[in-house]
């Protein structure tokens, strides 16, 4: 059991301070360099830890822990509140919708997905995780984050998934102005090739981004003559479940 303890405090801390070095965490803890380097793989082969891809010397929460945090939230407030509106939503457009919530400033997380009836359409699982420039539901919740968070998110380097994933600074922040004054954010193809999406933030009393809604769709199926009509239906989704779990 105790090394199960020292595990979950070690996991624990790579949270707070990620990405971390088996340096830094050795200093932290006062534990054997080898014991510090042998817990971090373990908890990397069971996927609860990953290296850093810029660098692989330091170490950050991986895919496992990003996928429980969904379960967590289903009892939640925003859970509840979101259901009964993204059914309404799949309902009037016919298209896979999804929630997604940020983690800091690493991704966004998918934490509900309904899906539509088409034969062929888009899916996301439960506890996916994407960059917050690259797609529509992230760049709905960077649109209304403090203007440090956007900086720094850009300072961290804009990765390209696609030849139009926006990876200039001046192009990103043009688009953010874009998104608070249309109410939603458009995707074509800017991270997954063949993937479209319309989204609009879920805001709390206070205009701080708690989550996103989006509709999701083929490329095929994707038509820029209805975007006002879609981000409308959104945008308005969003505002539902802000005034439900408000009690509005």
């Not at 990953?50 to 859970?79: C, H, M, Y």
Request: aromatic share 4%; with cysteine; glycine share 6%.
């Amino acid at each position: 059991m105790k090394s199960v303890t020292r595990s979950l405090r070690i996991l624990e801390a790579v949270a707070q301070h990620q990405p971390v070095t088996v340096g830094e965490l050795t200093k932290l803890f006062g534990l054997p360099k080898s014991t510090v380097q042998r817990t971090l793989v373990t908890l990397a082969e069971a996927g609860w830890l990953r290296a850093n891809r810029k660098d692989t010397t330091r170490w950050e929460i991986g895919a496992r822990v990003l996928a429980v945090r969904p379960a967590a939230l289903q009892g939640s407030s925003l859970f509840a509140a979101a259901r009964e509106p993204m059914m309404r939503l799949r309902d009037a457009v016919n298209e896979t919708i999804h929630l997604s919530v940020p983690d800091a400033l690493q991704c966004v997380v998918v934490v509900d997905r309904v899906d539509c009836d088409h034969p062929v359409r888009t899916f996301h699982a439960i506890g996916d995780t994407s960059p917050l420039h690259a797609t529509a539901v992230g760049r709905a919740i960077l649109a209304h984050l403090p203007k440090q968070d956007v900086e720094e998110l850009i300072t961290q380097g804009l990765e390209r998934f696609s030849d139009s994933t926006p990876t200039d600074p001046d192009e990103l922040r043009a688009e953010l102005d874009q998104i608070r004054a249309d109410g939603y954010s458009v995707n074509r193809n800017q991270f997954r090739p063949g993937v479209c999406a319309i989204a609009a933030p879920v805001l709390d009393e206070e205009g701080t981004p708690l989550a996103a809604v989006a509709i999701s769709m083929p490329d095929s199926r994707f038509d820029a003559d209805r975007l006002p009509e879609w981000g409308r239906i959104v945008a308005n989704t969003a505002a539902e479940i802000t005034g439900r779990r408000l009690g509005g």
